[in-house]
């Protein structure tokens, strides 16, 4: 089993930069690859953006492709989205995930929101 815990959610201005962190427990996450979701209200979860177990593959959504990066650091069993350049639209509830290889998403977090005030 697989326990993630996002943080790092808040309220900031559009223009602004907010980072998020994913914390992984219970099977080391080097095992996984990880990704975040987003899901705005009245909308359906879309996907983020996802690393790969070594970190050195990534993907984005084109939505916040050039403002996001995620990245991981297996050592501490946790995963990050720092964002940038954040838009109104960017408001959503963030939820980290992570599947084993071309498996489906299978461990999801509670979320964590963020809000981007205009």
């Known amino acids: 089993q697989v326990q993630l815990v996002e943080s790092g959610g808040g309220l900031v201005q559009a223009g602004g930069s907010l980072k998020l962190s994913c914390a992984a427990s219970g099977r080391t996450c080097s095992f996984l690859s990880m990704g975040w979701f987003r899901q705005a209200p009245g909308k359906e979860r879309e996907f983020v953006a996802e690393v790969s177990r070594s970190g050195g593959g990534t993907s984005y959504a084109e939505s916040v492709q050039g403002r996001f990066t995620i990245s991981r650091d297996n050592a501490k069993n946790t995963v990050y989205l720092q964002m940038n350049s954040l838009k109104s639209e960017d408001t959503a509830v963030y939820y980290c995930?992570?599947?084993?290889?071309?498996?489906?998403?299978?461990?999801w977090g509670q979320g964590t929101q963020v809000t981007v005030s205009s």
């Open positions: 995930a992570a599947r084993y290889v071309v498996a489906p998403w299978s461990y």
